[in-house]
C-alpha cells in the first residue's frame, strides 16, 4: 500500500519563476492538504483540496495557488517566486474530516535563489 | 487564536536517559492533540495522539497526557536510545473534524550513545 508519495524531491528556482509541485496521496484517501515547513520551524498550513475544490486555506497569499484532480492526486503552484519562499513543502492526506488521521509525504525543498 | 508552544532545542541526552518535551497549547473548544516525529531527511510521522482530556496516547515507548487543567500535553520517554535522534512537533486541531494541524516550532532531539 504506497503512502503519500511527492515530487520531485528536491528544486532550484529563480526569484520571479513559477513552480508546480505534485501530489499523489495515500491510497483510499480523498482529501490532500499543503504545508509550508520554513528552515527550523513548524509546518504551516497553506490550504486543503477536497472534491477538486479548495475547502480551507491559510494565511498566505494569492501566489500560493492548487489544484485536486478526480483521481484525488493534487498540485501545489507558487507564481512570481520570492528568496522567503524557499522551504520544504508537504502534502498530507486524509478522509474529510479526519484530522486526526492525516498521513504526510516525504516533502519537496525548494530553495529559491 | 490557536496555537502550540514548545521547548526549545536542541535539547542532547545521553542513551537511557529519561527524557521530557513540554508542550503547552492554546485552543478554544476541546482541541486533539498529537505530537509528530520528524527523522532527518524525512517527512512527518504521527507519534501518538489524544483526543479528549486525561487521554494518555503512546507508541514506541512515548506517553503523552492530555492536561486540560494546565493545557499541556508533554512527550515523556523512560529510556531514549540513539535512534530517537529527531525533530519532535507537538501540534492540534481544534477537533476531529477540522481540516489543519496547527504546529509547535519543532525541539531537536540528539541522543549520544
Known amino acids: 500500500d504506497a503512502g503519500v508519495t511527492q515530487s520531485p524531491t528536491h528544486l532550484i528556482k529563480t526569484r520571479g519563476q513559477q513552480v508546480t509541485l505534485r501530489c499523489s496521496p495515500k491510497?483510499?484517501?480523498?482529501?490532500v492538504s499543503w504545508y509550508q515547513q520554513a528552515l527550523g520551524q513548524g509546518p504551516q498550513f497553506i490550504f486543503q483540496?477536497?472534491?477538486?475544490?479548495?475547502?480551507q486555506r491559510g494565511n498566505f497569499p494569492d501566489r500560493f495557488s492548487g489544484h485536486q484532480f478526480p483521481n484525488y492526486s493534487s498540485e501545489l503552484n507558487v507564481n512570481a517566486l520570492l528568496l522567503g519562499d524557499s522551504a520544504l513543502y508537504l502534502c498530507?492526506?486524509?478522509?474529510?474530516?479526519?484530522?486526526?488521521?492525516?498521513?504526510f509525504g516525504p516533502g519537496t525543498r525548494l530553495t529559491v535563489t | 487564536g490557536n496555537s502550540v508552544t514548545q521547548m526549545e532545542g536542541p535539547v542532547t541526552l545521553s542513551e537511557e536517559a529519561f527524557l521530557t518535551i513540554n508542550c503547552t497549547y492554546t485552543?478554544?473548544?476541546?482541541?486533539?492533540l498529537f505530537w509528530y516525529v520528524q527523522y532527518p531527511g524525512e517527512g512527518l510521522q504521527l507519534l501518538l495522539k489524544?483526543?479528549?482530556?486525561?487521554d494518555k496516547g503512546s507508541n514506541k515507548g512515548f506517553e503523552a497526557t492530555y492536561r486540560k487543567e494546565t493545557t499541556s500535553f508533554h512527550l515523556e520517554k523512560g529510556s531514549v536510545q540513539v535512534s530517537d535522534s529527531a525533530v519532535y512537533f507537538c501540534?492540534?486541531?481544534?477537533?476531529?473534524?477540522?481540516?489543519?494541524?496547527?504546529f509547535g516550532s519543532g525541539t531537536r532531539l540528539s541522543i549520544r550513545p
Open positions: 489524544a483526543t479528549k482530556a486525561d
Open positions: 491510497s483510499g484517501h480523498d482529501t
Open positions: 498530507a492526506s486524509s478522509l474529510l474530516g479526519q484530522a486526526n488521521e492525516q498521513y
Open positions: 483540496y477536497y472534491e477538486e475544490e479548495e475547502r
Open positions: 485552543a478554544t473548544g476541546y482541541p486533539s
Open positions: 501540534a492540534l486541531s481544534r477537533s476531529s473534524s477540522a481540516s489543519k494541524i496547527i
